[in-house]
């Protein structure tokens, strides 16, 4: 019997012996096989998304504050809120476009439903500032005959 070992007709090919430790790697060897490159396709919700970075509370400059606190107080009706999306729209009691309002900017204890009276001020949303959006957000007048849900989970009814 010889030492060598002899491939068996119609097995697969042998794998060739790993390199040995001690021996420099080229760059080419580390990259990942051709066969598993590919394209990744964009998001399908990319252009769904509110752009970045999202004007909260936390990250508006204190002279944008500022302005909004010395600015007229409007008032407007909750045309939608998601609280687990973070934020909603309000509708103008004036008429005009709706205003955007984050979950950061609602003072009070209740989450926002659908045609609860909001009281708030504006400020411009960066970088173009062409947009407003809602802040020191208080509800004036809970819808009436709808259930309302504290920020701490407990639901009321009104």
Avoid at 24 to 40: F, I, K, M, T, V
Wanted: proline share 13%; charged share 20%.
């Amino acid at each position: 019997m010889s030492s060598q070992a002899t491939p068996i007709q119609g097995s697969r090919p042998v794998t060739p012996p790993l390199p040995s430790a001690g021996l420099p790697r080229s760059p080419e060897s580390l990259l990942p096989p051709a066969c598993r490159q590919r394209d990744r396709s964009p998001s399908p919700m990319r252009g769904y998304l509110i752009p970045s970075p999202l004007p909260t509370r936390r990250n508006r400059t204190c002279s944008a504050t500022a302005r909004a606190a010395e600015g007229p107080a409007f008032s407007g009706v909750c045309k939608c809120f998601s609280r687990s999306k973070g934020h909603g729209f309000i509708t103008p009691s004036d008429g005009g476009k709706d205003i955007f309002v984050h979950i950061s900017d609602i003072e009070g204890e209740y989450v926002p439903v659908e045609g609860d009276e909001m009281s708030y001020k504006i400020c411009s949303i960066p970088p173009k500032h062409e947009k407003v959006q809602a802040v020191e957000v208080t509800i004036t007048h809970l819808n009436p005959g709808t259930k309302h849900e504290t920020w701490s989970g407990h639901a009321v009814s009104s």
